[in-house]
């Protein structure tokens, strides 16, 4: 209930969160003219700015430079081995993230007429929010309180001190050996960034290394991360944590019994989690699922239908890009009551390891889970001839398409799969053919090739049929 102190604030929206889906929501509703409050119980920005996305791809930036003497020594131009200054390195993730910084910053949302409150957000009605003393009755209301790092309850962990995402960034020295719990785009991102500085690194993951992606175009990065020398450990699920000398030690399940794995540091990404506790949502009227997730409608609706959800909150796929584009559909619904939901289909993702992995739309193992009928065209790097100029052929181009051409999804292994996959996201967005692909003109030499050459893969068993074989012989004829 309102204290007799507490100051009211009355708005159109009021946002919870200024992560990626927070903001996004904020800036296109206030440039729309409505009154918007948004709340922030930590950094601005959330997770993508701060401890995410952003320094994330910086720390990869810095590890892939430290493997580009390899790459030229194959193209005949040697350097010395890479002097890596960790704090240098680290310098440049936090100047990364102070660069973008001002982007999401309270200056330049209140700048856009938006009320920044600094605080924890707790709803005290379903249409009231508390921010320490203040009161917000808005019209509408978004949850855009992100997720956190899962951390799995096993025995002597709590005893260990452990990294996650929201810790990682600050270390000040390279660990000597890292273990990574958790194969999954986390675990792969960093695994890889810290091998490639320098330290050792095991990933112990309890199935199969980025088990929601195509096997096939897992494999290169799977080889690579070896030839690195990352250690593998997949099939082994960590069951215990006890301190040891200079570090830990994990207890793995494995199929051939119980193995010990010591480490000086531990990095857990077991994925992600989003904890709704201390939000007030049983007196709002906004309901969780059995496994602890907003009850949501197909239009981001909570089951108060005046407030939605958006971005990791959802309890979809954890993407900037998801956060974003659910933002757009929060707008539709609040400001121009239309009643848009969120694309199912076309929702690409990218893991920034090397080879990077891309995907969007459904993967082969899942189409045949559907019992759809389908083909699959491939294309390889190592039949691109760009690729073979630069030295790099590993990966391929994987497309997925109904028997009539019609592509249903696409996946792409290789350098630079995330800046190549955007045209299989609009041919699965509109429901494109293979033909349309590969009638376009292509740059020569570009890796986009192998796209073309994938979806030409759909004629050429039809064009050289006997059929076609049959047809070029009556036209001979014919003179
Ligand atoms: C290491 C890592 C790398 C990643 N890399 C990528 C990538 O390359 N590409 C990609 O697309 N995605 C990536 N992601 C995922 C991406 O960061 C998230 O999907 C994105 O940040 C989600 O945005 P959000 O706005 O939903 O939540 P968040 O960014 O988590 O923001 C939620 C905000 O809500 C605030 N909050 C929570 N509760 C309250 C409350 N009660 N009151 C007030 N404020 C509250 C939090 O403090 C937080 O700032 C990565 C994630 C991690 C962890
Ligand atoms: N490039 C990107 O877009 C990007 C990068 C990083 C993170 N993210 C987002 O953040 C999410 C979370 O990433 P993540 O890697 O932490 O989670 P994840 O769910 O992708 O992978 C976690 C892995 O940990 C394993 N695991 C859990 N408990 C275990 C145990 N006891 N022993 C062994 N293995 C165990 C799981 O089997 C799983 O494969 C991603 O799914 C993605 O949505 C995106």
Not at 470 to 476: G, I, K, M
Request: hydrophobic letters at 45%; charged letters at 25%; aromatic letters at 4%.
């Amino acid at each position: 209930m309102a204290g007799a102190t507490a100051e009211r604030l009355e708005a159109d929206l009021c946002v919870v969160g200024a992560g990626s889906a927070g903001l996004s929501i904020a800036a296109g509703a206030s440039q729309l003219g409505a009154r918007v409050v948004l709340i922030e119980a930590g950094a601005m920005g959330g997770d993508c700015l701060n401890v995410g996305c952003v320094p994330s791809k910086a720390l990869i930036a810095a590890a892939r430079a430290a493997t580009l003497g390899e790459r030229a020594a194959g193209l005949g131009v040697a350097y010395g081995p890479p002097a890596i200054d960790f704090a240098a390195v680290m310098g440049h993730v936090h100047r990364t993230v102070a660069a973008i910084a001002p982007v999401d910053s309270e200056e330049r949302y209140s700048a856009m007429g938006v009320t920044v409150l600094r605080g924890r957000a707790c709803f005290l009605d379903p249409r009231t929010v508390a921010v320490g003393e203040r009161r917000i009755a808005a019209r509408r209301f978004v949850l855009a309180t992100g997720s956190r790092p899962f951390v799995p309850p096993l025995p002597g962990l709590d005893a260990v001190p452990y990294l996650t995402n929201e810790t990682v960034f600050a270390l000040e020295a390279l660990p000597r050996h890292l273990l990574v719990l958790g194969g999954g785009a986390i675990g792969c991102e960093l695994g890889q960034a810290f091998r490639r500085l320098g330290a050792e690194v095991s990933i112990v993951e309890q199935g199969r290394l980025l088990a929601g992606e195509d096997p096939e175009l897992v494999e290169p990065l799977r080889r690579r991360l070896l030839a690195e020398g990352v250690a593998l450990r997949e099939g082994a699920r960590a069951e215990r944590a006890e301190a040891a000398a200079g570090g830990l030690r994990l207890t793995l399940a494995t199929e051939a019994g119980a193995e010990t794995l010591e480490a000086s540091h531990l990095l857990v990404a077991a994925g992600r989690r989003s904890d709704f506790a201390g939000l007030g949502l049983d007196g709002a009227g906004i309901a969780l699922d059995e496994r602890g997730r907003l009850q949501l409608d197909g239009r981001l609706r909570t089951t108060n239908r005046r407030v939605f959800a958006a971005g990791d909150a959802a309890g979809g796929p954890c993407f900037t890009h998801l956060a974003g584009h659910h933002a757009g559909v929060v707008l539709k619904n609040v400001l121009f009551r239309l009643p848009a939901g969120p694309e199912r289909l076309a929702v690409p993702r990218v893991t920034y390891a090397e080879p990077e992995l891309a995907q969007v739309g459904p993967t082969e193992a899942e189409l045949r889970a559907q019992g759809r009928r389908f083909e699959v065209l491939r294309s390889a790097f190592f039949e691109n001839d760009r690729a073979q100029c630069e030295g790099e052929t590993e990966g391929l181009v994987k497309v997925l398409v109904t028997p009539r051409g019609r592509v249903l999804g696409a996946g792409i292994a290789g350098p630079q799969a995330g800046e190549l996959i955007l045209p299989w996201v609009l041919a699965v967005k509109r429901g494109m053919k293979a033909g349309d692909l590969a009638q376009a003109i292509v740059p020569y030499p570009t890796r986009s090739e192998a796209s073309k050459r994938a979806a030409a893969g759909y004629f050429l068993p039809r064009l050289f049929s006997e059929r076609s074989r049959r047809l070029v012989r009556l036209l001979r004829r014919l003179g």
